[in-house]
């Protein structure tokens, strides 16, 4: 954390506790509330004690304007209508599998991948731009079992296939062992991830709190992911 990050914390802790308890609506994708935000909701909680936080996983588009939820996270381009959206970082993506999984189908260059098990995360066209990129070949991607909401990670993570992952929604899993990241190619994600709240609207105290905490966290996922990276480069093939 930065000093300044310090001292915007403490001015909104002064604001929070000057107003009483607060409570903090938010929805977040379901892929992203159980692989990233749930682990680290805690550490919110023991910065504001004073905001009470509902988490509702929902995919679906948000009307934020219905008073169900003042803000949300959410992934695409940031060109929703009548919303304010705050980029939290930039996305690539990647192939994953079990550390077991690899040992029994080792595979050294994306090419290695025709012929492997591939599990999809709502549509075949993630994996084949990941192969056209890579130079793996045309129609690789066509096979293999489609998955909703993130659980061809979880597919992957029981060591049944290859499935793509953000570096996001993987960060935990890959610095645990629980997944393997076989290449060093990423292809640069179309979209990111968003906090996002109705246009116009006045942020609220609670909300600018965990804006601000939200950013730091991210940023300290990007750092995690970079450290993860250069650790895996320097160890011996």
């Keep these: 954390m930065t000093p300044l ?12 506790a000057a107003a009483g308890t607060g ?16 682990a680290r909701l805690g550490s919110f909680n023991a910065l504001y004690p004073d905001i009470e936080l509902s988490i509702d996983p929902d995919n679906a588009v948000l009307d934020l304007r219905s008073g169900e939820a003042e803000i949300g ?26 550390p077991d999984y690899l040992a029994r189908h080792p595979v050294r260059t994306p090419a290695d991948l025709d012929g492997a098990m591939l599990l999809h995360e709502d549509s075949r066209q993630w994996w084949q731009e990941w192969l056209d990129a890579a130079g ?21 993570e029981a060591g049944q296939g290859f499935a793509l992952a953000d570096h996001v929604l993987a960060i935990d899993a890959l610095c645990e062992g629980w997944l393997a990241k ?22 609220s105290a609670p909300a600018r709190a965990f804006r601000d905490w939200l950013i730091a966290e991210m940023a300290e996922t990007a750092r995690r ?3 993860f990276k250069d650790k895996d480069t320097a160890e011996p093939a």
Excluded: K
């Design 136 to 156: 793996a070949g045309e129609g690789a991607g066509a096979r293999g079992p489609m998955f909703q909401n993130h659980l061809a990670l979880e597919a992957a």
């Design 23 to 38: 409570r903090l609506e938010v929805s977040v994708e379901p892929a992203i509330a159980s692989r990233w935000l749930v």
């Design 5 to 16: 990050f310090d001292g915007l914390q403490a001015a909104t802790r002064d604001l929070i």
């Design 182 to 203: 076989p290449f060093a190619f990423e292809l640069a994600d179309h979209g990111a991830y968003y906090l996002v709240r109705a246009a116009g609207t006045r942020e």
């Design 73 to 98: 996270i959410r992934y695409g381009r940031g060109d929703w209508d009548g919303i304010e959206a705050t980029r939290l970082t930039d996305l690539v993506f990647f192939p994953v599998c079990s």
């Design 225 to 227: 992911f970079a450290a």
